[in-house]
């Protein structure tokens, strides 16, 4: 069946609501890229998104503290991790489809922008960017700030990065590879170093970084002077 018989493909195209992906998140596997301006591809494992936990997902989600968001959730396989060890989590996405999967999978998902307003902004105690999430409106630094205000003061920001030291932003597509492609929209890319150089401005500290199954990880730590003071529980 596809994501337009299951009435998710709106009739407006727009970013992570674009048919390429919606489609792979129908069929729960690839091939799925982005799809750089000088033509090159980016790789993105859908089939993983719509599976379980694995022992990388883990090395994140036992990090975690507290209430848990996960920007950009997808299928929502974390958020459902984080239910099912009895733990309080929300997540957020643009596609609907990724959405109800969430929900179907047992997770809480909002569909929503990261830069929406968001239940509980200034109590969560972790935020997740994983998946390449760090690059959600090709600005960093301002996604970087905005989950700032969202944790508590002193609160935890988990971020997948790039294993390599790239620092990128640029303007992308959702394409299958066979040409169905999305509309274009902007995305960054970051590894460890050059997260760490635009966190330390964006009011976070280095906490610790790690890798694992040839992904990577770095842990920051919201201190920020103007970060939100948590309210009383």
Not at 34 to 47: A, K
Not at 153 to 172: F, K, P, S
Not at 181 to 191: K, M, T
């Amino acid at each position: 069946m596809s994501a337009a018989e299951l009435g998710v493909a709106p009739a407006d195209v727009t970013a992570w609501r674009c048919d390429p992906y919606t489609e792979a998140l129908v069929k729960g596997y690839g091939p799925l890229f982005m799809r750089r301006p000088d033509g090159s591809l980016l790789s993105l494992d859908v089939q993983r998104w719509c599976g379980g936990v694995d022992a990388v997902d883990a090395s994140a989600l036992d990090r975690c503290e507290g209430s848990t968001l996960d920007l950009g959730c997808g299928p929502g396989r974390l958020v459902a991790a984080l239910a099912g060890r009895g733990r309080p989590a929300l997540g957020v996405d643009l596609n609907p489809l990724a959405v109800a999967r969430a929900q179907g999978a047992g997770a809480s998902a909002l569909c929503q922008s990261a830069f929406d307003p968001l239940p509980d902004e200034g109590r969560w105690g972790t935020a997740l960017l994983v998946d390449g999430n760090i690059g959600i409106g090709g600005a960093p630094e301002r996604l970087l700030a905005r989950v700032r205000d969202l944790v508590r003061y002193g609160g935890l920001l988990i971020v997948e990065t790039a294993r390599e030291d790239v620092c990128e932003r640029m303007t992308v597509r959702v394409t299958d590879g066979w040409g169905l492609i999305g509309a274009p929209f902007p995305w960054a890319r970051l590894g460890p170093f050059a997260l760490l150089r635009l966190a330390e401005r964006s009011g976070w500290s280095h906490t610790e970084s790690w890798e694992v199954g040839g992904r990577a990880f770095t842990a920051l730590r919201s201190t920020g002077p103007d970060a939100v003071t948590p309210q009383a529980e």
